[in-house]
């Protein structure tokens, strides 16, 4: 009888020891994968790739917005007629005249309605180089953002942080954002609909069969 | 036998290659091998064909179904075909040893050999690695004149990928699935797509069986709201357990790969995942050469073989060179994130830590890690 324990003891011993070494396995050591990024980032000592060869030569520009700081593309070299003043010698009122060729024919605001918004918002006539805040300070095209952010202050907060928008280059550091406009045309900021890119006619052939 | 210290048996086939002693493919070192009779008599092309045409014949026509279960077979036939997957085997032997044969018949006949006899990709050192690359590249240079890079870069430390998808923002424009199948040379023919863009109600949440991965009008569609489905790359990969032979596993930076060369396509990796992420090569995979991505990985769009599967690999071609994969780039919406996990000020790790996420089937224990989110 007593034999028959001695035997028990030693095999629930055994069992014991079974589950503590499996529960040691090194591919369990996480309870989530959630556990295992935050570990495992704590000593993070960054990568040996990098996304500046992919940015195709772009001018960029280095922004920083609440200690985040990312690069955005230039946007005075991008504009056709940069600098506005080039055109825009005289006050406004002076170049609606007949007789001066029409420039800007194809811009019509198609953003929220005109209660809210009309050129002015945005542009100044009295200095053209520049945008203007709500509140009429000076805000440098290159820094459109700062104007867009006034209204869209939720889609500004996830663009900083990167839920909004798309990288330029690649996921390896540094970090380069579009910006509003590069997406947005700032007078018809709104994605129309368009077709698929793709249709699957196999897929149509193997589920009807 | 060239090197002692291979994980496989190898033959050196290559004459290019000095060989001490003055053997021939076979092992005989006098008297000469046997198939050089055969190589005598018929033009190695012709020989390769009346060889290929004994053994598998009018079923080189036939594909999948067909081949299985429109086999006549009597013990003739039986016979027929044993012998001739012998003289295969015997043909690559006298190819190599034959004197007639050019220094490109040859060449080609060793990579073969090689490759044939090669070990798993996740077992090799970097030289092996390396070497089955070159042998791979060569041998597309052979048959097609056409120059592929092919790299075999292996995971990098303190990187762990992730990706996340905003259903608030995907519009259905597909234009990641075209830019997918492009970047991976995914066969013409099948249309063989890794994303699927699912259309579904609002109000009615995830509902796959009313949802239509297939549709063709003008998107978005009114009442609709779109999400993407491919590879999650699991964590814990349920379709890695399941394989018989490890021709799949999970890599370092989180990436679950496949080796077509090790995989025998039984598909219960298929079967097994519960994200209909895996595809499988009923016919060979053909892509026009015009069309063809030249920047290939060994693990990621370099040409498969009919009978293998394949799946999204995160474009490891490109995310490993420090890329995002195609369909981030090609996303027009900014729906698709990617990035390191790892790395604390990364624009995953923002979303993850500041936007309320979710994953599909999230229960199973998957841990997949590709999370979706919303404005």
Not at chain 1, 13 to 25: A, D, Q, R
Request: aromatic fraction near 10%; include cysteine; charge should be neutral.
């Amino acid at each position: 009888m007593n034999k028959r324990t001695n035997y028990i003891q030693i095999i629930i011993g055994l069992c014991v020891l079974l589950f503590m070494f499996s529960c040691k396995n090194e591919e369990h050591e996480y309870h989530s994968v959630t556990d295992k990024i935050e570990a495992e980032s704590k000593n993070y000592h960054g990568v040996s790739v990098s996304s500046e060869p992919y940015f195709d030569n772009i001018e960029m520009i280095e922004i920083s917005e609440d200690g985040q700081s990312f690069l955005i593309p230039d946007r005075k070299g991008q504009i056709r007629s940069y600098a506005c003043t080039e055109c825009h010698s005289k006050p406004l009122n002076q170049m609606q005249s007949r007789d001066l060729k029409k420039a800007h024919w194809d811009i019509s605001v198609v953003h929220a309605d005109v209660n809210t918004m009309n050129c002015v918002t945005c542009h100044n006539p009295e200095n053209m180089d520049n945008l203007k805040s709500l509140t009429g300070n000076t805000i440098d095209f290159n820094a459109s953002y700062k104007l867009c952010s006034q209204c869209h202050t939720k889609q500004f907060q996830d663009w900083k942080g990167g839920a909004h928008g798309k990288q330029i280059g690649g996921w390896a550091p540094p970090r380069a954002s579009m910006t509003c406009v590069n997406c947005h045309n700032p007078h018809k900021p709104a994605f129309e609909t368009k077709w698929p890119a793709r249709f699957n006619t196999q897929t149509i052939k193997e589920r009807n069969n | 036998m060239s090197n002692n210290n291979k994980k496989w048996f190898s033959l050196n086939l290559n004459s290019r290659k000095k060989q001490t002693s003055s053997t021939c493919g076979c092992g005989k070192t006098s008297g000469g091998c046997n198939s050089h009779t055969v190589s005598t008599q018929m033009s190695d092309e012709e020989f390769l064909e009346a060889a290929v045409d004994a053994s598998i014949g009018e079923e080189r026509k036939k594909d999948g179904f067909d081949q299985v279960f429109e086999v006549k077979m009597d013990r003739r036939t039986a016979f027929k075909q044993l012998t001739a997957s012998l003289l295969i085997g015997a043909g690559a032997v006298s190819t190599s040893c034959s004197v007639v044969s050019g220094e490109e018949t040859k060449e080609k006949a060793q990579i073969d050999w090689e490759e044939q006899f090669k070990g798993n990709y996740k077992l090799m050192s970097d030289e092996e690695k390396k070497g089955t690359v070159d042998r791979l590249v060569r041998s597309y240079q052979l048959r097609t004149g056409k120059t592929i890079s092919m790299s075999s870069k292996n995971a990098e430390e303190d990187v762990l990928f992730g990706y996340a998808f905003n259903i608030s923002k995907c519009q259905g424009y597909m234009d990641c699935v075209s830019a997918c199948v492009e970047e991976n040379n995914q066969d013409r023919n099948s249309q063989m797509q890794y994303i699927r863009i699912h259309e579904m109600k609002d109000g009615k949440g995830f509902n796959f069986n009313e949802a239509d991965d297939n549709y063709y009008h003008e998107v978005p569609a009114e009442g609709h709201f779109y999400m993407g489905t491919q590879c999650f790359h699991c964590d814990n990969p349920p379709c890695v357990d399941v394989c018989p032979v490890q021709a799949t596993w999970r890599e370092d930076d989180g990436l679950v790969v496949i080796d077509y060369d090790w995989c025998v396509g039984c598909r219960y990796c298929m079967a097994a995942c519960p994200y209909d992420g895996r595809r499988f090569n009923w016919s060979k995979p053909e892509v026009p050469e015009a069309e063809m991505n030249h920047n290939q990985h060994y693990l990621g769009n370099r040409m498969r073989k009919k009978g293998v599967m394949e799946k999204c690999t995160f474009c490891v071609q490109r995310s490993r060179a420090g890329k995002n994969p195609a369909c981030v780039e090609a996303c027009p919406t900014g729906a698709r994130v990617f990035g390191n996990l790892l790395d604390p000020n990364s624009t995953i790790r923002w979303v993850l830590e500041n936007k309320k996420v979710f994953r599909l089937k999230e229960d199973l224990g998957t841990e997949p890690k590709f999370w979706y989110y919303m404005d």
